[in-house]
């Protein structure tokens, strides 16, 4: 027996306050770093409780099993209630972490608002994708044209009413307006009062075959109201070509109207008058609206007016720069914004071009 060695009750006391100690002091511990220093202090390798351990050899022969076990006993015991308070710790902590991060999955969304193609533009894709199956490309002009181009390149002469100024936006010299006297420009510049100067213009810079379809803004001096706007859109078509007739020209408006339309739609053209066609016609579809039994929509008739066309005059022709005797062409130009207020059964031009969300909103499944 050395002096260092308690004897066998000295021992058991010596245990049973380190394993209260570590016990109190483990459920004082707040988190699972003090745990596991505690740990550390009591059962690591120069711990209190494992010096406890070693110092069993040097008991006295006969005490050291009863010793030994009750040691280990109270390793075991410290050991568990460590784990337990680790457990219980981190279960704590991880219920703080989800109750701090939790998600309301009751919670109304905050939804993200998406834009979406303005009802004129979806239109206007249509009438491209279809005018690109028959193997037209796209054309664009300015939407500031000179008066020769608007008018006398198509055989529009100057005393024809559309050229009053009450049809026609002319752009002002320039400070006649601050001066108080507005006259219009000198170079004879206007805002183009349809798409066909754009016919001039392809003819011009592009060689014969021509297949273009030309879209664009144009403006004329209206009193708004539901039908009339002062500035509109209109998607014009020229063809150009050796050989070409009024035939391809009622076959491809005819399988136009069945593709904008659907299979069974009903057509028909009528004689009508441009000075920039001969002859002109007036190409009509069934109405929409009632089918053709008559309604105000196409005012009893059963027809409704889409667009005009005709084949391209042989001064126009000459003017873009073709013989008449060896090319002929056909033209045609339609309203885009009727075209869309037919399609979706809207009763006033204004509203395409308003700002009220409630209208357009209506159209963003983008057709
Ligand atoms: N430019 C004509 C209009 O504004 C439409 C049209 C185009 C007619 C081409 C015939 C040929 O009404």
Known sequence: MTTKTPPPDAFADALAAARADAEGRLSAAEDVAAVDALSHEVLGRNGSLTALLRSVG????????????AANAARVAIETAVAQRLQDLSSGELDARLAAE????????????AGHLHPLWTVERDLREIFHGFGFEIFEGPEIETEALNFELLNIPADHPARDLWDTLYLAEAGSIEAGAP??????????????????????????????????????????????????????GLVVDRDTSMADLKWMLEEFARAMYGEGTATRFRPGYYPFTEPSVAFDIGCLVCGGTGCPACKHSGWMTILGAGMVHPTVLRNGGFDPAEYQGYAF???????????????????LLGADLRFLEQFSDGR
């Open 58 to 69: 040097e008991l006295p022969v006969e005490d050291r099993p009863a010793a030994g076990q």
């Open 102 to 113: 939790a998600v309301d999955m009751t919670a109304p969304g905050s939804s993200r608002r």
């Open 183 to 236: 006259r219009p420009a000198d170079d004879g510049s206007i805002l183009r009062t349809h798409t066909s100067p754009v016919q001039i213009r392809a003819m011009r810079s592009l060689g014969a075959p021509i297949r273009v379809l030309m879209p664009g803004r144009c403006f004329r001096y209206e009193a708004v109201d539901a039908s009339h706007g002062f500035e509109f859109f209109q998607v014009e």
């Open 333 to 351: 130009g339609m309203g885009l914004d009727r075209l869309t207020l037919l399609r979706h059964g809207i009763g006033d031009l204004r509203y």
